[in-house]
């Protein structure tokens, strides 16, 4: 029998792993030129491995520099932003508990705006680490506030919500302030979430960022199924919860930060994700953190790719596509729950 | 197990909570902790459990000090059952019983059939194993209190603290409940609501007042009327019962007036 569930559970990960793969394989394929899929896979095998198929330049060109580093980082994006959903949803004990929820897109948003119109930092600091920064100071604000408020969970929600709308408030003041109408344009795309601009440097930080953040909230993952009762019961489990809050919390507001500093702030998918990924797979950590992390990864690069055709000869912002999807998902889960309580 | 607690006191806020609080609760003992609303009942026993450090004194095992524990060997030695832990993930009764297993598990220990056996031990101990697949969400009170035992069983611990375990349940979960950790093989500290029952359960008693302990014993040496009065203002007749234990009868003060 136990042989059978490892078996199991063998088999669940290859077959995520397929749907994964094949995901970035479609994701690279379509487009507003679509490229057959032998040629994708041709390129691929010609640039990681070596091999020497021949194909048209341009072909192997967008497929190179354009579409895989794309999807790429689109699958890094939305594992990264699931995982966090994830994590916090648990750690803080609140269904609603997501990156953007809680003001850490917000707050990531002001900061990139900083560093890319205000040029705060004088040109030494990138807009990634502006957007971290921002990230953590949104962070620390909202748990202040929420700590101020009475610690329960309804209060790091109503922290959350203020802390985003200032952020938010201040984007827009610097944006209208500095941007001339160019920039504006280009930024208020940008916060609602881009891929166009996307290339392969781009890959080698987010797929190291989403690769950790996966590694060290699955070091957590019995940590996490501890806090199933809250805090105090964790902490009589002999789960180190200060300990596990700042290093989870830290790891998220860090993956986040990145994710949002490459593709602008992308609402839904750290929100959803999760829920329907439980649903799927259950509440142990140990399976629910990679599960989501494949789901959401599959799921934006179908945002990304609908994104691209929805309306044909423009690209819509990526944001509004996990919206479209998410907010109506995220409605029947949320009835689903309460029916089944 | 031998539980010490040594001087103990909080302060939060400005606001002592707990003063100078001493006892030893011997091994295999079904100690009981009362007083009314806000008296510190709480508070002591999140020292007890190593949740919260007190601001003087010291809690110990058998002698060794808590503050030495790490809270990992702690959780092996002493297991927590909350007033009402509740949780809104969609988990099985069996999986909350697993929880109990978390400070035994790590890398180089994942999770075995020694682990198995222990759950579903914990979970017939608790007369819970029919019901191991069920949702938590549906199940009563009364059952997930008795879940919450299972769990804390499952820590295979020698000291178990109930805080006010049998609160919102009915009278016959409630006499379950605490008649099932009464035949526990295991040092008991229960902060506890009911008299009557901290009299029918438990070998000694220590009844709190802001803060502070007034009285300490058996519960007929305990559980007097002007106890009773002094601390929880209100009137009652005590009536001893066999084996030094008593039941009581409250009223209000009028009528004990006119009897």
């Known amino acids: 029998m136990k042989h059978s569930r490892i078996r199991l559970a063998a088999g669940a990960a290859l077959g995520a792993l397929a749907a994964l793969l094949l995901a970035l394989w479609f994701g690279a394929a379509i487009g507003e030129t679509a490229i057959p899929f032998d040629v994708v896979a041709k390129t691929a095998a010609n640039r990681l491995f070596g091999a020497s198929y021949p194909l048209a330049a341009i072909d192997e060109g967008i497929v190179w520099s354009y579409r895989l580093s794309r999807v790429v980082v689109a699958a890094c994006c939305g594992a990264a932003l699931s995982l966090s959903g994830v994590v916090l949803q648990s750690l803080l004990r609140n269904p609603l508990a997501d990156p953007y929820v809680l003001g850490i897109s917000a707050g990531a948003s002001t900061g990139a705006v900083s560093v890319a119109i205000l040029g705060l930092g004088g040109g030494m600091i990138g807009l990634p680490l502006g957007a971290f920064a921002g990230a953590v100071i949104a962070f620390v604000l909202v748990s202040l506030l929420a700590l101020r408020a009475g610690r329960g969970s309804a209060a790091i929600i109503l922290a959350g919500v203020a802390g985003s709308q200032l952020f938010h408030a201040l984007t827009s003041f610097v944006v209208t302030k500095a941007a001339n109408a160019e920039q504006a344009r280009g930024i208020m795309f940008w916060l609602l979430g881009n891929l166009s601009g996307v290339r392969w440097p781009d890959v080698t930080l987010a797929l ?12 957590q993952a019995r940590a996490l199924d501890a806090f199933a009762f809250g805090k105090e019961s964790a902490a009589s489990l002999g789960i180190p919860v200060r300990r596990v809050m700042v290093i989870l919390i830290a790891t998220t507001a860090m993956m ?42 599959i799921f934006m690069i179908a945002a990304d790719v609908l994104s691209r055709i929805l309306v044909p000869g423009q690209v819509l912002p990526i944001g509004v596509v996990t919206a479209l999807f998410g907010a109506p998902a995220f409605a029947l889960i949320m009835s689903q729950r309460r029916a089944s309580l | 197990m031998r539980v010490d607690a040594d001087n103990l006191s909080l302060a939060s806020s400005g606001h002592m909570l707990v003063r100078d609080v001493s006892f030893t609760v011997a091994s295999g003992e079904f100690f009981g902790i009362i007083g009314p609303n806000g008296s510190g009942k709480t508070s002591l026993i999140s020292m007890l459990c190593g949740l919260r450090k007190p601001r003087t004194g010291t809690v110990s095992l058998d002698g060794e000090p808590l503050a030495g524990l790490a809270r990992r060997a702690l959780a092996r030695r002493l297991a927590l059952v909350e007033q009402q832990a509740d949780t809104s993930e969609r988990m099985t ?34 007369g819970m194993a029919h019901l191991s697949g069920r949702q938590w969400h549906t199940l009563s009170g009364g059952e997930r209190q008795r879940l919450h035992i299972a769990r804390a069983l499952a820590q295979a611990p020698k000291v178990l603290v109930l805080d006010e375990p049998t609160n919102h349940l009915d009278i016959g979960h409630q006499i379950g409940l605490l008649d099932l950790v009464r035949h526990l093989d295991l040092t008991v500290i229960a902060a506890l609501h009911d008299l009557n029952h901290a009299a029918m359960f438990c070998d000694r008693i220590a009844v709190m007042k802001a803060g502070r302990l007034v009285a300490l014993g058996r519960p007929a040496e305990v559980l007097t009327t002007r106890l009773i009065r002094d601390v929880f203002d209100v009137e009652a007749v005590v009536d001893a019962a066999e084996g030094g234990t008593c039941s009581i009868r409250f009223a209000p003060a009028r009528r004990m007036a006119a009897e």
């Open chain 1, 208 to 219: 190291p960022v989403a690769l950790v953040g996966l590694v060290i909230c699955l070091a």
């Open chain 2, 93 to 126: 009764a069996r999986q909350a019983v697993e929880l109990g297993r978390t400070p035994y598990l790590g890398l180089s220990s994942p999770w075995s059939g020694l682990d198995d056996a222990i759950v579903d031990a914990a979970m017939g101990n608790v």
């Open chain 1, 256 to 297: 986040t930060a990145v994710m949002v500093s490459l593709v602008g702030s992308i609402g839904f998918v750290g929100l959803v994700i999760p829920h329907a990924t439980r649903m799927l797979v259950g509440v142990r950590h140990g399976v629910l953190l990679p599960a989501a992390a494949i789901v959401g990864a």
